[in-house]
């Protein structure tokens, strides 16, 4: 169970309006094969923007989670609202996700609004990478963008790829982390930050691929860096090489910390779940959730903490691109849309009516409790 939960990835997709998180996504749905039809952003029949309201506006508004499989791992993409005025759901989606991509534009660099929804995810110590998208645009300058990171956001970035031609050239990006002569650079940097690293380095005057990715793992996971790739979502340049990294430096449930006192990413402990998105879909109302700890089972009762009420959960839904598919129970780490729950509230609790506790609203890197 260890072994599954280790191959859970729970991400959002961070990003300024315009700078390619609705192409992202989409290329991602693409190459993992939950979508055969690629969606085209003006014409609203982009997978993750369902609502009306949200094809209207052309902007992505509510939050819901879309499933996808790569190299053996569950990915989860949480879908971030990116506009400002949605603050307030960036945050409450930033609770649900463990480690994020911020995307950001390969022409402007950093953007203001990425300045703020770059702050929010520190806030709650949420593991990042970067993606410089638009490198096929002209005027697209990958190490300018690369020291906008830097300099507007205060963080060391670690460039891990090169790209392969510039503007209408741009063919694509070359792998740092495969050691070669022109990896000095990262080598050397990685070395530098990382004391285990740094042995190697000393004693051998480089680094294996295999200490290298380590250590940008764990220095991604300790927010010391950040990890940064780049492409072209349009042209569908870097979106593989992106998922390979959000398997290989973004954390799993398990590295996270417990929700609350004896409720561990473990699912045989107590339940422990957070609403984060209720949804009104033809299926009936989609309470979309998160289980932190436990097992929440098909046909089960569930104690609301804020509504005082207990409910049934008629049935679980796994998302995926283009279909729900139904399954009997979600445990710790998992993120589901149940059926059934008609009193729970974005930001509701779910647990054992017999063990029952609160989740706090977020407002600390650490998830707060209070016991009930
Ligand atoms: P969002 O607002 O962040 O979701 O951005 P979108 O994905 O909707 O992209 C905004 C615009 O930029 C759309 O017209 C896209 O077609 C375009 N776009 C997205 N990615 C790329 C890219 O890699 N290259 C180019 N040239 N255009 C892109």
């Given at each position: 169970?260890?072994?599954?939960?280790?191959?859970?990835?729970?991400?959002?997709?961070?990003?300024?309006?315009?700078?390619?998180?609705?192409?992202?996504?989409?290329?991602?749905?693409?190459?993992?094969?939950?979508?055969?039809?690629?969606?085209?952003?003006?014409?609203?029949?982009?997978?993750?923007?369902?609502?009306?309201?949200?094809?209207?506006?052309?902007?992505?508004?509510?939050?819901?989670?879309?499933?996808?499989?790569?190299?053996?791992?569950?990915?989860?993409?949480?879908?971030?609202?990116?506009?400002?005025?949605?603050?307030?759901?960036?945050e409450?989606?930033?609770?649900?996700?463990?480690?994020?991509?911020?995307?950001?534009?390969?022409?402007?660099?950093?953007?203001?609004?990425?300045?703020?929804?770059?702050?929010?995810?520190?806030?709650?110590?949420?593991?990042?990478?970067?993606?410089?998208?638009?490198?096929?645009r002209?005027?697209?300058?990958?190490?300018?963008?690369?020291?906008?990171?830097?300099?507007?956001?205060?963080?060391?970035?670690?460039?891990?790829?090169?790209?392969?031609?510039?503007?209408?050239?741009?063919?694509?990006m070359?792998?740092?982390?495969?050691?070669s002569?022109?990896?000095?650079?990262?080598?050397?940097?990685?070395?530098?930050?990382?004391?285990?690293?740094?042995?190697?380095?000393?004693?051998?005057?480089?680094?294996?691929?295999?200490?290298?990715?380590?250590?940008?793992?764990?220095?991604?996971?300790?927010?010391?860096?950040?990890?940064?790739?780049?492409?072209?979502?349009?042209?569908?340049?870097?979106?593989?090489?992106?998922?390979?990294?959000?398997v290989?430096?973004?954390?799993?449930?398990?590295?996270?910390?417990?929700?609350?006192?004896?409720?561990?990413?473990?699912?045989?402990?107590p339940?422990?779940?957070?609403?984060?998105?209720?949804?009104?879909?033809?299926?009936?109302?989609?309470?979309y959730?998160?289980?932190?700890?436990?097992?929440?089972?098909?046909?089960?009762?569930?104690y609301?903490?804020?509504?005082?009420?207990?409910?049934?959960?008629?049935?679980?839904?796994?998302?995926?691109?283009?279909?729900?598919?139904?399954?009997?129970?979600?445990?710790?780490?998992?993120?589901?849309?149940?059926?059934?729950l008609?009193?729970?509230?974005?930001?509701?609790?779910?647990?054992?009516?017999?063990?029952?506790?609160?989740?706090?609203?977020?407002?600390?890197?650490?998830?707060?409790?209070?016991?009930?």
């Amino acid at each position: 169970m260890r072994n599954e939960l280790e191959r859970v990835r729970n991400i959002g997709i961070l990003a300024h309006v315009d700078a390619g998180k609705t192409t992202t996504t989409e290329r991602i749905l693409f190459a993992t094969g939950a979508t055969y039809k690629q969606g085209e952003v003006h014409d609203g029949t982009t997978v993750t923007d369902f609502d009306a309201q949200e094809r209207d506006r052309g902007i992505t508004i509510f939050a819901a989670a879309v499933s996808v499989d790569w190299a053996g791992h569950r990915i989860n993409l949480i879908d971030t609202p990116g506009h400002v005025d949605f603050a307030d759901e960036v945050e409450r989606s930033l609770r649900v996700l463990d480690g994020a991509v911020a995307v950001f534009d390969g022409v402007a660099g950093v953007e203001p609004q990425s300045e703020s929804v770059w702050r929010q995810a520190d806030r709650y110590g949420v593991p990042r990478i970067a993606f410089v998208n638009k490198l096929d645009r002209a005027g697209a300058d990958f190490d300018a963008a690369v020291a906008s990171i830097r300099d507007r956001l205060h963080v060391t970035p670690l460039v891990v790829q090169e790209p392969i031609g510039a503007e209408a050239a741009f063919a694509g990006m070359t792998d740092l982390t495969e050691v070669s002569a022109r990896s000095a650079a990262l080598v050397e940097q990685v070395a530098e930050l990382h004391s285990g690293a740094l042995e190697e380095y000393v004693e051998t005057g480089t680094l294996s691929r295999e200490t290298l990715r380590r250590a940008l793992r764990e220095l991604t996971l300790a927010g010391t860096a950040v990890v940064v790739l780049g492409g072209s979502a349009y042209k569908d340049k870097g979106i593989e090489e992106l998922l390979d990294a959000v398997v290989a430096y973004l954390p799993s449930p398990l590295d996270m910390p417990p929700v609350a006192d004896g409720r561990p990413a473990d699912p045989d402990a107590p339940l422990a779940a957070l609403v984060f998105k209720v949804h009104s879909a033809a299926t009936g109302r989609l309470t979309y959730l998160r289980v932190y700890s436990g097992t929440l089972r098909k046909g089960t009762a569930v104690y609301e903490p804020n509504a005082d009420e207990t409910e049934r959960v008629s049935r679980i839904l796994h998302v995926q691109a283009d279909r729900h598919t139904d399954v009997d129970r979600a445990v710790a780490g998992d993120i589901v849309a149940v059926v059934g729950l008609k009193h729970a509230r974005t930001g509701e609790t779910l647990c054992d009516p017999g063990h029952r506790l609160v989740l706090e609203p977020p407002s600390t890197a650490t998830p707060v409790v209070s016991v009930a």
